[in-house]
C-alpha cells in the first residue's frame, strides 16, 4: 500500500501503475455502406473480404499488434452474423486481448452507438475509436502518448484524429481512395485542429474562412493534401458530448465541426500525422480496390497475404508479387500476371490469363478465360470463353460460357450471368429486385449520405429472415431475372437511381475512363475563363496595396513553380508505376497547368526533370547502365515529352532544364554524361539540330563560368555544324 500511496516526490509512477487501466477500443461494425449496395444488403461489410480475409480481421489484429487489450464491437444490422463470425473465430481466446459485443436493433447512426457505450459503463479511459473496415500497421504509441500530454495541460482536449499524406488527384479532385479532396486548418505549432471540410466546392477553386479564425490564431496551415485515417483517440468526455447532444449522429459532419464551430465549451481536436506507417478505410469500391492492391504490395506489413494472422489463409509469396495457395490446380498454359493472389482450391483452366486480381477459395475458372483487374470471391464459376475486366463478383457467382463483365461490374451472391451476355459497365446485379424507397445513411459509419444510391426498408432484418425473404423473392421472380442477365441467368440489374450517376465511375474498382478526365478539365477550364471574365479570383480593388503585391507576387511564383515541378514528378511516377497512358498524363499536366496558371513551357520542364529523375533513381551500378536508365525511360516516354516540344523554343527549354539538373546534388551524376544524353535527344528526334545549335550560339554569350557544358557538348555541336554546312552545299 505504500507503493500506492508513494510521495510527491517519486511515488507517482508507481501510483500510476498500479491504478492503470487497459488500453480500450471501440470498433464501429458498421453494416451499411452506400456504395457498397446491394452487396451488404446481404452480408456486413466488416466481413466482406478483403484479400483473403475479412476486413475486420485486418482492424482486429492491428488493434491487437497496436497493444489494444479490450475491444467493444458495436454491430447494428446484420449483428448476429458478426457475432457469430467473432464467437467461432480465434479472437475469443486470445491471452490479454479481450473482445466484446454489444448488439443494438435500434441505433442508426454512429452518434447513437456511441450513447449506447456511454449507458453501458464499459469505457474507463482514453480509448481508441475506428470502424471495421480499417487497414493499418501504424504503432498507437506516439499518438497516444501526445494525447495524454496533452490531456494533461489542457482538460478540454478531447480527441486526436490520425492523418497523413495524401495528395488528391488535380483533375477529379478526389483522392487514390476514391474520397473527396478534404481542406483542413492546422496549428502548425499545436497541431490543433482549426478547420474541417470534405464538402467544399472546389469548382469555384476557392474555400471560405470565418474571419474569426484568422484572428484569434497567430499562424495558420491550410491543407488540401491529408487524408483522413478515420483513428481517433478520444477521452471519455467524447462519449459524454455524444449523450448531451442527440442532434451528433454523423462523426465528422456533426461531431468534428460542431466542437469547431463551439466557442462556448472550449473543446479541442488535434491531429496526429504518420509518415511511415499505413493507415486507410475502405469507403468504397475504389478504395477496396486501392487498399487491396496495397496489401498485396506488402505496404501493410505484417498484414500480408504469405503472413498468417487471425482470420487469413497465408500464401506463398512468387515473383513479381504473385501469392498463391499450396492447393492451387493450375495448367500448364494457364499465364498467371504480376500482382495477383490465388487461394486454397481454385482451379484454372488452359490458356486462361489472370493478372492484377484476388482469386479467392475453391473458385472455378475454365479454358481461354480472361481476367484482369477484377476481385473474385469464394466458390466463384467462370465457364470458358469469359472476360472480366475491373469487375467483382461475390460468392457462388456464376458466369456462364462467353459472358462478358464491362469495366466496374459487381455480382452480388449467387447471380448467375447468362451465356455470351455482356453485363454493361458499372451494372450492379443482385438476386434481390431493387427497392424504390429511399433511405438516410447515418449508419454506423462514416459515411456520406450525398451519393442518392437506393436504401433497403427492412436493413435490420435478422439473417434468418433476409435468408427466407431472398429464396421467396428468387422463386417468385426468376423468370423476370432471366430476362435481365441473358439465358439462363438469374438475378436483377440495379438502374442508378437520380444523382448517383457521377459515383458509379468515380467510386469504380474501374480506373476512370479517358472520356471523363476530358470532361473534367473542359469543365474546370470553362470555369477558370467565367472566372477570369467575371474578376471573381483577383481580390477588390484596394484590398491589396501595390507594395503587397510587387513584395510578394516573385516569391508566391516561385513557391507556385516549386509546387507544380513536385506535382508533376509525382504525376509522372504514378503513370509509370500503374501504367498510365500518355493521354491520361497529357490531361493531368494540363490540369495542373491550369490550376496553377502557369504555361506550356513550364509542363515542358517539368516533365523533362520528372523523367530524369526517374532514370537517376533507377538501380544502376555504372555511368553506362545510367546512361541506358534514361534510353530506356525515354524511349517509353517519348510521345508524351514531344506533346510538350511545338517549337525550338519548348526544345531548348528542355537542355536549360538538364544544365540545372546537372548541377543539382540529387543528380549530379548526370553531369559527366551531358553530351551522351543531349547526342541520345537528338538521334531518338526529341531534340532538334537547331535547337541545340541555338542553345550553343546563347551560351556563347555567357560567362565563362556558365560554359561548362558546351565546352562538354563541344565535339557534338561541331558535328552538327559541320552537318549543317555540307546540306547547305
Not at 79 to 84: G, P, W
Not at 147 to 162: G, I
Not at 441 to 462: C, H, K, R, V, W
Request: net charge negative; aromatic share 8%; proline share 3%.
Amino acid at each position: 500500500m505504500a507503493a500506492k500511496k508513494g510521495n510527491r516526490g517519486g511515488g507517482g509512477d508507481a501510483e500510476e501503475e498500479l491504478t492503470r487501466v487497459p488500453l480500450q477500443a471501440v470498433l464501429l461494425a458498421d453494416s451499411f455502406a452506400t456504395l457498397f449496395r446491394p452487396i451488404t444488403l446481404e452480408r456486413p461489410k466488416v466481413l466482406i473480404p478483403l484479400v483473403n480475409a475479412p476486413m475486420i480481421d485486418y482492424t482486429l489484429a492491428w488493434l491487437e499488434s497496436a497493444g489494444v487489450e479490450e475491444v467493444f464491437v458495436f454491430c447494428a444490422a446484420h449483428s448476429r452474423q458478426v457475432i457469430d463470425y467473432l464467437k467461432n473465430s480465434k479472437w475469443i481466446d486470445q491471452p490479454n486481448f479481450t473482445v466484446t459485443t454489444i448488439e443494438s436493433h435500434n441505433s442508426t447512426s454512429a452518434g447513437d452507438a456511441l450513447r449506447i457505450i456511454y449507458e453501458r459503463h464499459v469505457i474507463h479511459g482514453d480509448f481508441v475509436l475506428v470502424a471495421g473496415d480499417t487497414v493499418s500497421n501504424m504503432s498507437l504509441t506516439d499518438a497516444l502518448k501526445e494525447h495524454k500530454e496533452r490531456r494533461r495541460k489542457d482538460s478540454n482536449a478531447v480527441m486526436t484524429m490520425v492523418i497523413k499524406q495524401s495528395k488528391p488527384s488535380a483533375v477529379t479532385r478526389q483522392s487514390r481512395l476514391g474520397t473527396e479532396e478534404l481542406f483542413m486548418a492546422i496549428d502548425p505549432d499545436t497541431k490543433q485542429l482549426l478547420y474541417y471540410e470534405d464538402k467544399a466546392d472546389v469548382r469555384k477553386g476557392m474555400i471560405s474562412l470565418e474571419k474569426e479564425l484568422l484572428f484569434d490564431n497567430s499562424s495558420i496551415s491550410l491543407h488540401n493534401d491529408k487524408q483522413d485515417c478515420y483513428i481517433d483517440i478520444c477521452s471519455q468526455e467524447v462519449l459524454s458530448l455524444f449523450t448531451d447532444n442527440f442532434d451528433y449522429q454523423h462523426l465528422r459532419r456533426h461531431f468534428v465541426k460542431g466542437l469547431l464551430l463551439d466557442d462556448i465549451m472550449g473543446y479541442k481536436i488535434f491531429t496526429h500525422e504518420i509518415h511511415s506507417s499505413y493507415a486507410a478505410r475502405v469507403d468504397n469500391y475504389r478504395s477496396y480496390a486501392t487498399i487491396s492492391k496495397d496489401i498485396i504490395q506488402r505496404w501493410t506489413y505484417p498484414l500480408v497475404p504469405d503472413i498468417q494472422f487471425f482470420g487469413n489463409c497465408a500464401t506463398k509469396l512468387e515473383r513479381q508479387g504473385k501469392y498463391r495457395a499450396s492447393d492451387v490446380v493450375l495448367s500448364r498454359s494457364a499465364q498467371i500476371g504480376p500482382f495477383t493472389v490465388i487461394g486454397n482450391g481454385t482451379k484454372i483452366g488452359n490458356y486462361s490469363e489472370v493478372s492484377n486480381s484476388v482469386i479467392g477459395e475453391g473458385c472455378l475458372i475454365g479454358s481461354n478465360v480472361s481476367i484482369d483487374g477484377c476481385y473474385i470471391w469464394d466458390n466463384v464459376t467462370i465457364e470458358d470463353g469469359c472476360k472480366l475486366k475491373h469487375a467483382i463478383a461475390c460468392d457462388g457467382v456464376i458466369i456462364k460460357s462467353g459472358a462478358v463483365l464491362e469495366a466496374g461490374v459487381v455480382l452480388s451472391f449467387k447471380v448467375i450471368i447468362g451465356q455470351e451476355f455482356v453485363v454493361p459497365a458499372y451494372s450492379k446485379v443482385s438476386l434481390l429486385e431493387q427497392p424504390l424507397k429511399q433511405d438516410s445513411d447515418e449508419e454506423l459509419e462514416y459515411a456520406d449520405n450525398s451519393s442518392g444510391n437506393i436504401e433497403f426498408t427492412s436493413i435490420y432484418d435478422e439473417p434468418e429472415r433476409l435468408e427466407e425473404k431472398l429464396r421467396t423473392e428468387l422463386s417468385n421472380s426468376q423468370v423476370q431475372a432471366t430476362s435481365e442477365v441473358g439465358d439462363g441467368g438469374v438475378g436483377f440489374i440495379w438502374s442508378v437511381s437520380e444523382g448517383g450517376h457521377e459515383d458509379e465511375w468515380r467510386h469504380s474498382v474501374a480506373p476512370i475512363p479517358a472520356d471523363k478526365l476530358v470532361e473534367i478539365i473542359k469543365s474546370a477550364t470553362e470555369e477558370l475563363e467565367l472566372s477570369n471574365q467575371d474578376g471573381n479570383i483577383l481580390p477588390p480593388s484596394g484590398e491589396l496595396g501595390p507594395d503587397s503585391v510587387d513584395n510578394d507576387s516573385d516569391e508566391d511564383a516561385r513557391d507556385d513553380s516549386a509546387h507544380f515541378n513536385k506535382e508533376v514528378e509525382a504525376t509522372f511516377i504514378r503513370a509509370v508505376e500503374e501504367n498510365h497512358k500518355e493521354e491520361h498524363v497529357i490531361l493531368e499536366v494540363n490540369s495542373l497547368r491550369l490550376s496553377y496558371n502557369l504555361t506550356s513551357s513550364d509542363c515542358t520542364g517539368a516533365l523533362f526533370y520528372a523523367m530524369m529523375k526517374y532514370a537517376s533513381d533507377m538501380p544502376h551500378g555504372s555511368s553506362g547502365e545510367l546512361l541506358k536508365n534514361v534510353a530506356n525511360v525515354t524511349a517509353k516516354w517519348k510521345k508524351l515529352l514531344k506533346y510538350y516540344l511545338p517549337s525550338i523554343d519548348e526544345e531548348i527549354e528542355v537542355i536549360l532544364k538538364f544544365e540545372e539538373m546537372c548541377l543539382e546534388e540529387s543528380t549530379k551524376e548526370l553531369s559527366p554524361l551531358f553530351m551522351q544524353i543531349l547526342n541520345l535527344l537528338y538521334n531518338n528526334d526529341i531534340l532538334q539540330e537547331e535547337a541545340i545549335l541555338n542553345w550553343a550560339s546563347e551560351k556563347e554569350e555567357a560567362d565563362e563560368a556558365d560554359k561548362h557544358f558546351l565546352k562538354q557538348a563541344e565535339e557534338l555541336i561541331q558535328w552538327l555544324k559541320n552537318a549543317s554546312e555540307e546540306e547547305e552545299e
